[in-house]
């Protein structure tokens, strides 16, 4: 049934005032980045979050958009084994043609624009305090210009696994909503393989392997960055309900009491798991479940039961409390904001579990699961691959890692000439074991 004139205007009302609140996500991150990373690179990760933002809004502005476009719109489809595989959108550059107004197809835009943002801040976390300043903007334009639109077009633009459930009767296609997938997973495998590039943190290793804890400087900038965080998160998911899952603006009531139940759960389950290995919470771990709990939400928060976002975030929060340590200690991933645990390790179990819960929800569309492994099994076997070798590439050509005496010195002064908080003492790393 078409909607009429004055639902659509609510609609698009509703949706620009969802998406506005997306750069509180933004923020929120950023001073969760700055937080968990030491005292004297503090200026540095903040710095790097803007610039960050603002290099992978115009890239994604001037081509990004064009290979992820619009569903319904123009793209390039190979036909394969008799069916069409649509892999990448052709669209003009800088938005030539595109109508800026309150259709679908421009509020998407503008969604992007800040989504594509929060892909290209999460590696930030992961490889703090040893990721040179141009290095990052470098990769950071390569994500927002390739990676994101491409997989992104895959999901939201029409392409290929959002075609799954058409072509091979598997469920709704794939079901990612808020951007577990697209946005945190893409941005959380990204970090990892960075990290992978970039080698531990100096002192992060005794000399028989084990990890040392390196503790953040602002717990209370870690804290207050999940609040923020919470907000917008709420705009992501709402708005993207809207314009990736067809979901009415009544639905969004479901919309955020899912997403804070996620989170809740999430970060409870961390806390007590902290608790139970560690002897007493920790702060950092249980922000990250926070976080992670957000993320897992995001696949299809609207197709789901306030009880199954509960089921998912307890699950989230142990994945995250657990993994930051495994990943740490047999994958020797030093990862000071626990980027890879609540971006890609949460954003990955989301998608596994919109498949059980929305497939329950969403009746008469079997192969829901089957769906949402397809789309993981991309991300962990294209997506991982691809921009683990983009950035091997890159850091051929812009050495990544900052030399040994900016690391001893802080990113502040080696990069930018002035520390984050001059009137205090900057502290040593005397108190990393070695």
Request: net charge neutral; charged share 10%.
């Amino acid at each position: 049934m078409p909607q009429s004139p004055v639902w659509s205007e609510i609609s698009a009302a509703l949706c620009v005032f969802s998406i506005l609140l997306v750069p509180l996500a933004v923020a929120g991150l950023a001073l969760t980045n700055n937080g968990l990373g030491k005292t004297r690179s503090a200026a540095h990760a903040m710095l790097a979050s803007m610039c960050v933002v603002a290099v992978a809004a115009l890239v994604y502005i001037a081509i990004g958009f064009s290979w992820e476009g619009f569903a319904g719109r123009s793209t390039h489809v190979a036909i394969i084994g008799g069916k069409p595989w649509d892999w990448i959108a052709a669209q003009p550059f800088f938005l030539r043609g595109q109508e800026l107004s309150n259709s679908p197809a421009s509020l998407a835009v503008l969604l992007q624009m800040f989504a594509v943002g929060i892909a290209a801040m999460i590696p930030l976390s992961a490889a703090a305090d040893r990721w040179r300043f141009g290095a990052i903007c470098a990769s950071s334009a390569v994500m927002s210009g390739w990676t994101y639109p491409l997989f992104a077009h895959w999901v939201w633009g029409g392409g290929w696994l959002s075609q799954v459930g058409v072509i091979y009767g598997l469920g709704r296609g794939f079901l990612d909503t808020g951007g577990a997938g697209t946005i945190h997973g893409v941005g959380g495998l990204t970090a990892l393989a960075v990290v992978w590039l970039i080698g531990p943190r100096t002192g992060k290793y005794s000399e028989d392997g084990m990890p040392v804890g390196i503790p953040g400087h602002n717990l209370v900038h870690v804290v207050f960055g999940c609040i923020l965080a919470w907000a917008g998160w709420l705009g992501l998911n709402s708005a993207g309900a809207m314009l990736f899952g067809g979901i009415p603006p009544t639905a969004l009531v479901l919309v955020g009491i899912n997403t804070t139940l996620c989170a809740a759960g999430s970060s409870l389950v961390a806390v007590i798991v902290t608790k139970i290995r560690f002897g007493r919470p920790d702060a950092s771990i249980s922000a990250n479940g926070w976080i992670g709990g957000l993320v897992a939400s995001s696949a299809a928060t609207a197709m789901i039961s306030p009880a199954a976002a509960i089921i998912i975030g307890l699950v989230t929060g142990g994945l995250v409390a657990l993994s930051v340590e495994w990943l740490e200690m047999y994958l020797r991933v030093d990862d000071p904001g626990g980027a890879v645990s609540s971006h890609a390790v949460a954003g990955l179990w989301g998608l596994l579990a919109a498949g059980m819960f929305a497939g329950i929800r969403t009746a008469g569309a079997p192969g829901q699961w089957l769906a949402q492994l397809v789309g993981i099994a991309t991300l962990v076997g294209f997506v991982l691959p691809m921009t683990y070798s983009l950035n091997w590439v890159l850091n051929r050509l812009i050495h990544y890692r900052v030399e040994s005496d900016g690391e001893r010195q802080g990113m502040d002064l080696y990069e930018l000439g002035a520390g984050a908080y001059p009137e205090f003492m900057v502290h040593s790393d005397d108190f990393i074991q070695r």
